[in-house]
C-alpha cells in the first residue's frame, strides 16, 4: 500500500458578493438575526457560473500550485449536490476544461461531507495503485435550489468550490479517515429533483428541485456527529485532541462549531472558520478553508489537522492530515 498526501490547493468564488442586508431586500430578514443565530455577513452567489466552471477554476489553481501538467492528473472526482446535468458528470466537465485528458472522472454526492467523501475514495484510488495524482475538488452553486422565499434556508448558503491535488507518497499524510451515514434523517435536509413520470403512470408529481431543512434537527445531528467523527478519526492513532493544530470543519453554522468547541473544550482558535465570508458552501466548505490556511501560511509541515463534515442524506465524516 502506497501513502497519500496534500501536494496543492487552490479556490475560487464567484465574485457576486451578497451581504445580509443585500437579502433583507427580498425576504423578511435582517443582519443581526443571520449574524446572531449563524455568525453569516455574506456570501457569494453565481450570476452566470454555473458549477462545473466553479470546479474547473478551483481544479486549475490547485494544478498550478502542484507544478503538474493536466495530463498527469489520472483521477477527477468532483464532490457535488448540484451538478450541472445528470450527465455528463461535473468530473468529466472539468476534464475537458483542463485537458486532463488521462484522468478517470467521476462525481460523488454526499451533501456537505461530499470532499470528505471524496477525498476518501481518491486516498483509496492512490493507496491501491491505481492513481497517482489526484485532483479532488468540492464544488457548489447552491443558489440554483435555494427557495429564495424561505427566509431559514435562504440565508444560509452560498456557492463556491475549492481544490485539492493529493499524490502517491512515501510520507503519510492521510493518517486516518472515518465516514458513516444515516438514511432515516434524509428528509430533514432535503431537495427533490424530476419526478417519477412516464407512459406507464399518472405522474401527478410536480418538479420540486428546492432545498428544505429542518433547522433544528440538522443542528441536533451536527453537533453529534461532528465530536463523534472528531473522536473517531484520532481513535488507534498515536495523537490526541491536544496534538492537533487545527480542526478545519465544514462551515455551516458558528453555532455549531461553538457548540461542539464547548463539549471537546478546543479554543476557538484551533477551529478555522471562513463562513463569516461565504455562507455555507455544502461540499466545498472545507477545500475552500484548506486553501485559504494555505495561502496564508498557516500550515507548516508535520502539522496534525482534522478536516470534519457533516450534510445531507444524512452523511458525515472526517479525516486526520499530517501536512507535508
Ligand atoms: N430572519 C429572521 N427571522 C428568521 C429567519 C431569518 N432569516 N429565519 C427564521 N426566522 C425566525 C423564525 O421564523 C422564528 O420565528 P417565530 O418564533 O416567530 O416562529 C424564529 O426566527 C426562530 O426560528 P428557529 O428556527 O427557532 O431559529 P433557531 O434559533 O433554531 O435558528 C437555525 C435557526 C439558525 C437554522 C438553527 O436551527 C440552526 O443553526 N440549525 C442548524 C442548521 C444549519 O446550520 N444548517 C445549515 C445547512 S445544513 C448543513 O450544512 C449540513
Known amino acids: 500500500m502506497f501513502e497519500v498526501k496534500v501536494i496543492s490547493t487552490g479556490r ?50 490547485a494544478l498550478e500550485e502542484s507544478n503538474l501538467t493536466p495530463e498527469d492528473i489520472d483521477l477527477i472526482i468532483v464532490a457535488t449536490a448540484t451538478p450541472d446535468n445528470f450527465t455528463p ?33 481518491a486516498s483509496q484510488f492512490i493507496k491501491t495503485g491505481q492513481s497517482k495524482n489526484a485532483l479532488v475538488i468540492g464544488a457548489e452553486v447552491l443558489s440554483k435550489i435555494i427557495d429564495w422565499e424561505d427566509r431559514n434556508t435562504c440565508v444560509l448558503f452560498g456557492d463556491g468550490a475549492g481544490a485539492v491535488v493529493l499524490q502517491r507518497s512515501e510520507e503519510v499524510g492521510l493518517i486516518s479517515q472515518y465516514t458513516g451515514s444515516d438514511g432515516t434523517g434524509g428528509k430533514f435536509l432535503a431537495c427533490g429533483t424530476v419526478p417519477l413520470k412516464n407512459p406507464y403512470i399518472d405522474g401527478k408529481d410536480d418538479f420540486n428541485g428546492k432545498l428544505s431543512m429542518d433547522g433544528r434537527e440538522v443542528f441536533r445531528f451536527a453537533t453529534k456527529v461532528m465530536i463523534q467523527c472528531i473522536n473517531k478519526v484520532l481513535q488507534d492513532t498515536e495523537y490526541t485532541l491536544n496534538d492537533i493544530k487545527y480542526i478545519v470543519p465544514h462551515q455551516a453554522n458558528l453555532r455549531i462549531i461553538d457548540f461542539v468547541g464547548k463539549k471537546l473544550k478546543i479554543d476557538e482558535e484551533r477551529f478555522y472558520i471562513n463562513l463569516d465570508k461565504y455562507g455555507n458552501t455544502s461540499g466545498a466548505s472545507i477545500p475552500i478553508a484548506l486553501d485559504e490556511m494555505n495561502k496564508e501560511g498557516l500550515l507548516q509541515k508535520g502539522d496534525k489537522i482534522i478536516l470534519v463534515g457533516f450534510g445531507g442524506g444524512l452523511t458525515f465524516g472526517a479525516h486526520l492530515i499530517q501536512w507535508q
Not at 438575526?33 to 466553479?54: F, H, P
Not at 461535473?90 to 467521476?106: D, I, P, S
Not at 462525481?107 to 470528505?116: E, M, Q, R
Open 89 to 121: 458528470s461535473t468530473a468529466c466537465m472539468v476534464q475537458e476544461k483542463l485537458g486532463a485528458m488521462n484522468a478517470t472522472c467521476f462525481d460523488v454526492n454526499a451533501a456537505c461531507t461530499g470532499f470528505i467523501y471524496a477525498t476518501g475514495i
Open 12 to 61: 475560487y468564488v464567484p465574485e457576486n458578493i451578497v451581504t445580509n442586508d443585500d437579502l433583507a431586500k427580498f425576504v423578511d430578514t435582517n443582519d443581526e438575526w443571520i449574524s446572531d443565530r449563524t455568525g453569516i455577513r455574506e456570501r457569494r452567489i453565481s450570476k452566470e457560473e454555473n458549477t462545473s466552471v466553479l470546479a474547473a477554476k478551483a481544479g486549475e489553481k
